[in-house]
């Protein structure tokens, strides 16, 4: 995180916001530990996962890449971009070895793809309507991905109980800590730029939830 005289705010929000986001998503939450489940147990399906995974985390560096491009880039914005490629590579890496085959962001390699797409497209969408048209790259950039955190840091901790049920040898702890850390740092650094506002956060986490409940739809069926 960015060092700086007055991070607690920002932090002591996101307590209170992780609480709010785990409580709003308390009848998702058995859906996506059954479908974990079902899907750890068979290798194929859970290799296209955990490649869609990668897709996702791909797509996220992407974004990060295309949107935070100027001179006056930090070295905050390029760990965060390093970290989602590595997530990616990760991924990628930990699907072809359940699938014992390479694997392609092709939908015959992936689970769901449209609907994972779709999810990443439209929570971008809402994010910059709910900002305006006087929103600052930078402070699109930091709600679009503490938004996703919170996402990915609640369906990674669910993943990671599902491995553990299963005594899958993938572990997602790193993932997890460094999600966390991102997490905090979006926090913060929209804290900093007095650009951290509640209802704000509060739209597009509802935004959020309801693609992501069509999400989990579509893996169902998948």
Excluded: C
């Amino acid at each position: 995180m960015l060092e700086h005289a007055e991070p607690a705010p920002a932090l002591s929000w996101l307590d209170g916001a992780l609480a709010r986001f785990a409580a709003d998503n308390n009848e998702l939450a058995p859906r996506t530990r059954a479908l974990l489940d079902r899907i750890v147990a068979e290798p194929n399906r859970h290799a296209r996962m955990i490649n869609t995974l990668s897709l996702l985390e791909h797509m996220g560096s992407h974004k990060i890449m295309a949107t935070q491009h100027t001179a006056a880039i930090d070295q905050a914005t390029l760990k965060h971009v390093a970290e989602e490629a590595h997530h990616a590579f990760f991924m990628k890496r930990q699907a072809e070895k359940t699938a014992e085959r390479a694997l392609e962001y092709v939908a015959e390699d992936l689970l769901a793809p449209s609907s994972a797409r779709m999810y990443f497209q439209r929570l971008e969408g809402a994010t910059l309507r709910a900002l305006g048209p006087r929103r600052s790259a930078r402070a699109a950039y930091l709600y679009m991905s503490m938004i996703v955190e919170f996402r990915a840091l609640w369906f990674y901790g669910l993943y990671e109980q599902a491995l553990k049920r299963a005594r899958h040898a993938m572990s997602l702890k790193r993932v997890l800590g460094e999600e966390q850390a991102h997490l905090g740092d979006m926090a913060e650094r929209l804290g900093i730029g007095n650009d951290l506002d509640d209802a704000h956060a509060s739209q597009l986490l509802s935004a959020e939830r309801a693609l992501y409940s069509r999400l989990l739809a579509a893996l169902e069926r998948a």
